[in-house]
């Protein structure tokens, strides 16, 4: 077995089994529900990850699609009475197109640019999900049926499972992407666009697909929200949604496999842990999203990865000098 | 008898930068399993020249003629598939990939596929990925790198970056070879090998085209060469017959030795 | 064209607001090269900082708006101190350093949060709020206060950039630090100086356009986009540029609000601005930024 497989596996190993067993030692409701959102922003993070950790596209506007993606199921479900996997199936389409038609104009955009023009492109689904009463309803937002697959009711322990399931197929695709041809053709694209196009890489068409891509995570991401919370509203879209992914990447770790596990767990849990922290959520985030940044600017999981790959394959003791050489990966 | 068509031509190409002509009507060819070597003084054109060739720049006038087909509106990132390649003056690469990674690079175009297709045929593309990185170790050995095919590119001393960059370029299969000056800050050691392991991929019928300012170099390399002066073409052929005449020695050699004589 | 006065009136008031966060935006950009996102923070420490010194301390407006600028010329140095520099020090990308400044946002609307609390407080008022008609269109003071201050602003800055040895090293930092630091001239510290200038500026539209929007914790994100906004249309390349972006947005926005829907008003904004975004990056007034990497 080579060492990048055990790298790609041996976390999934870990998370799957920490994932199958979690329902038996947590207690109650709410404790389930904290998995449950830690799941959530994992995925939300993965797809982050890819485009900003892997490909060094910066969006500030994937809160835009975690909101399309659970307003669309809540919808689809609510107007056209469709089942939980068909209206899961086309909040992802839409995500997926509303990214296409978005992605190719703006990704033409680069670095302050194409942070502010998605996050312009978030405030406007943003102030769509608020005014458009009608079709959103408003400040309140909209009610999510209670889910039910293939006719039976979703218990609480079932709905854990489907999140769960989510993660783990959106893990799985993540490292697809990263330990293939996909993956460098993205690290190329960040480090020297022409050098990358002059090998063979069609860098539009790249950047296109890892940003589709990352709004399909986060469409299920926001599906999976909406589902823990029996419904969506306008926070979704809000600016808070894209501290706690940007907190949640910078702590878990930037381009680290395993970081946006461990940053959404941080994130999700440690306000809760803190008995009456919640007021102070927001100075906490910032804290520790510049913190991580000036001290730990790697993230725990990306820390994690460099120890675990000098045992792997570094026995010469070269990983320090890598560790200086590869200091700067935004 | 017939020649057969070059494998490169280049026919009046021009290239204007708002009313300031960098390369003006330059035509040259460039056949089958030759070595084409472009020298000129300083802002002569000889990299502008060079972004048109390789797509990086658009023409404002002429053609880019290769293997038959017309590269005008050929993007950069397809050329490498039709089988012209290119390196870069300052090596580029993709300094935290492993070294063996940016090799892989440069066989992009022949596994490429999108990324709904490369998830449909997962075995396919892990089969593919396989073959690559042999191939890949391939072109390191022939470089002479296959040692150094894990560590980062970045941590390569510059002579071996310039190896990797062309083992990154060979990979792709390429008819022809466009190198920017290769020579560049390279020691007397590392020149040697470069011109050894060009000479070996030219025996194997790689046709070049190199920018180069090492005179040495580009006299013991090429089987022709074109001199631009002022953006113009003001003479090819044999390095004998350059060394001889007598509007290079005036443009580009002669003035040097003028001013010495004086 | 009362109707049409009042449009242009209100139009400059706003606008005034997004030139002045604008021309704080790009003035840090011109010389840190990284975009401000704790900018509209404060505007909204301003404002509230206003509300904490004349409302609960009772101090009269001319010690509170002193102790104002204070407050955020400290902030201001705090962020550049505390978050710019140690990632600059460390190598970071710009990126990353705009992440870092919006971590600082974030610590700043944190805080006010646990200060003043999550509902919108009343800001006294410096100049009259009551209705004065000059030639038929009814302004109050305060606005006309607002405009005069950008005016007074705009010609300070112009002067300092464009007048003094001091504003020649701003420009000088901004084109290219490395040479600008080998020529004698001490980049940090003028870095420095933008960070506390704009945050005086920010502070200073805080404390006037309070007593119109109001104050409110989570005011300061809206405003560094609108600022950014601004700086689109005008173009990164100078502050001034950004300010007529400002005051353009302002008049536009009033337009809208006018002769459309004023609920729609701000998302066909939003959209304008995107599109304008994708199809000129470098503003209409800009130099060619967004292209180079």
């Known amino acids: 077995m080579s060492s990048t497989t055990l790298r790609n596996w041996l976390p999934a190993t870990v998370i799957l089994m920490i994932g199958a067993v979690l329902p038996w030692l947590l207690q109650g409701n709410f404790q389930l529900r904290i998995a449950m959102l830690t799941w959530v922003f994992a995925i939300f993070g993965m797809g982050f990850n890819l485009l900003y950790g892997i490909a060094g596209q910066l969006s500030l506007g994937q809160q835009a699609f975690f909101a399309i993606g659970a307003y669309t199921f809540a919808l689809l479900q609510i107007h056209f009475a469709l089942s939980l996997p068909l209206a899961l199936l086309g909040g992802i389409v839409v995500c997926a197109v509303v990214g296409l038609v978005i992605g190719l104009p703006v990704l033409r955009l680069r670095t302050h640019y194409l942070a502010m023009a998605t996050l312009m492109f978030a405030m406007i689904v943003h102030d769509v999900a608020l005014r458009w009463t009608d079709f959103t309803g408003g400040t309140s937002g909209l009610r999510v049926p209670p889910p039910s697959l293939f006719g039976a009711r979703l218990e609480r322990i079932d709905l854990y499972y489907l999140v769960f399931g989510l993660a783990a197929a959106a893990y799985c695709l993540q490292i697809f992407i990263k330990s293939t041809h996909l993956g460098r053709a993205l690290e190329a694209v960040k480090t020297d666009e022409t050098a990358a196009s002059s090998v063979g890489i069609d860098v539009t068409r790249y950047k296109v697909s890892i940003f589709v891509v990352a709004a399909m995570f986060a469409a299920v991401a926001g599906i999976a929200y909406a589902l823990v919370s029996r419904g969506v509203d306008p926070s979704y879209s809000g600016i808070g949604m894209v501290v706690n992914l940007l907190t949640l990447s910078v702590v878990g770790g930037l381009g680290s496999r395993i970081g946006p596990f461990i940053g959404a767990a941080i994130v999700i849990i440690a306000p809760q842990i803190l008995a009456g922290l919640q007021e102070y959520q927001t100075l906490i985030y910032g804290v520790g999203l510049l913190v991580f940044m000036i001290f730990l600017p790697r993230g725990i999981g990306g820390s994690i990865e460099r120890s675990a790959e000098g045992s792997f394959d570094d026995p010469k003791g070269e990983k320090s000098a890598r560790r200086i050489s590869r200091a700067e990966t935004p | 008898m017939t020649t057969p068509p070059p494998l490169l031509s280049i026919r009046e190409v021009s290239k204007r930068f708002g009313g300031l002509s960098a390369v003006d009507a330059v035509s040259f060819e460039v056949h089958s399993g030759e070595i084409v070597g472009v020298i000129g003084p300083n802002g002569a054109g000889k990299s502008t020249l060079f972004n048109l060739v390789s797509g990086l720049a658009p023409l404002t006038g002429g053609d880019v003629i290769f293997g038959g087909n017309d590269m005008t509106l050929v993007p950069p990132h397809e050329r490498s598939a039709i089988g012209m390649t290119r390196t870069f003056q300052i090596v580029r690469l993709f300094g935290h990939l492993s070294v063996i990674e940016n090799v892989m690079l440069g066989g992009h175009c022949r596994t490429t596929q999108g990324f709904a297709s490369s998830l449909l045929r997962l075995p396919k593309v892990l089969i593919d990925d396989r073959k690559l990185r042999h191939l890949a170790m391939h072109w390191l050995n022939f470089v002479g790198l296959s040692k150094r095919a894990d560590e980062p590119a970045s941590h390569l001393p510059h002579g071996q970056q310039r190896m990797v960059e062309i083992a990154r370029a060979m990979i792709s299969g390429p008819k022809l070879l466009l190198l920017d000056e290769p020579a560049a800050g390279l020691n007397g050691a590392e020149t040697t090998n470069l011109l050894n392991i060009l000479r070996q991929l030219n025996d194997r019928g790689l046709s070049i085209l190199l920018v180069e300012h090492d005179m040495k170099f580009i006299m013991g390399i090429c089987d022709r060469i074109v001199v631009l002066d002022h953006g113009t073409g003001i003479a090819q052929g044999t390095p004998q017959e350059i060394r001889q005449n007598p509007a290079v020695i005036e443009a580009y050699l002669g003035k040097r030795n003028g001013d010495a004589a004086h | ?293």
């Open chain 3, 1 to 293: 064209m009362q109707t049409f006065g009042i449009l242009i009136l209100s139009g400059l008031t706003n606008g005034s607001v997004y030139a002045l966060v604008g021309l704080s935006l790009a003035m840090t950009y011109g010389a840190s090269r990284v975009i401000n996102f704790a900018q509209g923070e404060f505007v909204m420490l301003g404002a509230l900082s206003t509300v904490l010194f004349v409302t609960t301390f009772s101090l009269p407006m001319v010690v509170g708006i002193p102790m104002v600028l204070i407050v955020c010329a400290t902030v201001g140095f705090l962020v550049e101190r505390l978050a710019y520099r140690p990632l600059v020090r460390r190598g970071s990308q710009p990126l990353t350093i705009m992440i870092g400044t919006l971590a600082c946002a974030s610590i700043m609307t944190g805080t006010a949060l646990l200060i003043w609390g999550p509902n919108q407080l009343f800001v006294p008022n410096a100049f009259s709020l009551e209705g004065v008609t000059i030639a038929g269109i009814t302004s109050t003071p305060q606005q006309l206060a607002i405009i005069a201050t950008f005016a007074f602003l705009m010609a300070l800055i112009w002067f300092m950039l464009y007048r003094t040895t001091f504003g020649l090293t701003i420009r000088a930092v901004g084109i290219d630090p490395a040479v600008a630091t080998l020529m004698g001239i001490r980049a940090e510290t003028i870095i420095a100086f933008s960070f506390v200038f704009s945050a005086i500026v920010g502070g200073l539209t805080g404390g006037l356009v309070g007593p119109l929007l109001g104050g409110h914790v989570s005011m300061g994100i809206m405003l560094t986009i609108k600022g950014f906004m601004a700086v689109i249309l005008g173009g990164m390349g100078s502050p001034f540029a950004a300010a007529a972006g400002g005051i353009a947005i302002g008049l536009l926005e009033a337009t809208v609000a006018f002769y459309g829907n004023s609920f729609y008003a701000e998302p066909i904004i939003f959209g304008l601005i995107l599109m304008m975004l994708i199809i000129r990056p470098t503003g209409l007034l800009g130099e060619w930024e967004a292209n180079r990497k």
